[in-house]
């Protein structure tokens, strides 16, 4: 069995960057440098954040397309988490949004429009079985944060960020995987989180979460762990409590539980499968880019890299795991 490599990569909307991290112009052909970039991961999994689509900046391309095309994705979806254009300090120009969220793929591409759009997409060599995303709403206020090629700090509002799931046809069966970008608000980023482990609850395991997570360290994994608690923890007591009015009905004392965790309530073992940092490219010194995953034992994993490409602030993060 061939280990399958799972990517994520935070794009940058496919800015190339010199060797100190700061922005180079776009060349003639804007995309080429990321149709170079994703070709060298060589993915059969990507996920893919802060993507352009028809934006004047990267040379109004379809970047899910360009990477659909260097990989050579079976199939694919991107998602709009906003529609608009890029506005200096004051975040984005947003178009008027339709109805729900938009979410394209493959046979859109027939039927481009210029509207031009941004967000996250996820793109696969393997089957899909079945598609859902979603979408989160900014937090209330943003942060002063650093951004390339300016100095210092830029005040930064939030934007509204988006999460796709495809259950994928493995060698060994069904399994799930997410792509996501969440808020870099802290808070706001684990409530996005504790809201995806709910929200793929009812797919089928293994489960891999990949994205920019604007987290580090165990905190991701603790907070997928602590939602799965959360999210059984009302059940278990009110079993509890059925339990205990059955036993006193019947004149049975309840046998003592162990001091700890409710019944039901045991954490699953969610782990990362790469521990390595990923920003900035230049001279990364922090893991804001994670691949998580729950049902899928530690000998699964093979080789992990964060190779240095051409574009983004980000590198991408790519684990060879059998499945």
């Known amino acids: 069995m061939s280990p399958l490599r799972i990517a994520t990569f935070n794009l940058l909307h496919g800015q190339p960057l010199a060797a100190d991290g700061s922005p180079l112009p776009y060349p003639s052909e804007a995309a080429a440098p990321l149709h170079e970039a994703i070709a060298a991961l060589d993915a059969d999994v990507l996920a893919v954040q802060e993507v352009d689509r028809y934006q004047q900046r990267s040379g109004l391309a379809d970047q899910t397309a360009v990477a659909a095309k260097a990989m050579g994705a079976a199939d694919w979806r991107f998602a709009a988490a906003l529609h608009g254009t890029p506005a200096p300090v004051a975040g984005w120009l947003r178009e008027p949004e339709p109805r729900g969220l938009t979410v394209y793929g493959p046979d859109d591409q027939e039927h481009a429009t210029d509207r031009p759009s941004y ?68 808070g706001w980023n684990m409530a996005q989180l504790t809201g995806i482990r709910r929200w793929i609850a009812d797919l089928p395991r293994p489960y891999l979460v990949l994205g920019d ?43 003592r539980r162990r001091r700890g965790r409710e019944p039901g309530t045991r954490l699953p073992g969610w782990h990362d499968l790469a521990r390595t940092p990923t920003y900035p490219s230049h001279r990364p010194t922090v893991q804001f880019d994670h691949v998580l995953a729950v049902g899928l034992p530690h000998t699964a994993v093979g080789t992990v890299t964060a190779p240095r490409v051409a574009v983004s602030d980000h590198r991408p993060l790519l684990v060879e795991v059998e499945l």
Do not use: I, K, Y
């Open 119 to 186: 967000g996250t997409a996820l793109l696969t060599r393997l089957p899909v079985r079945h598609w859902r995303a979603r979408r989160f709403a900014p937090a209330p206020f943003g942060l002063p944060l650093r951004v390339a090629g300016r100095r210092g700090l830029t005040p930064v509002p939030d934007e509204p960020r988006a999460a796709l799931a495809a259950v994928l046809e493995g060698e060994r069966g069904p399994f799930t995987v997410v792509a996501t970008h969440l808020s870099f608000v802290p």
């Open 213 to 255: 997570f604007n987290l580090v360290g165990p905190v991701p994994r603790t907070v997928l762990g602590g939602a799965t608690a959360l999210d059984r923890a009302p059940a278990s007591r009110q079993r509890l409590r059925e339990l205990r009015a059955a036993r006193r009905t019947a004149g049975t004392p309840l046998p």
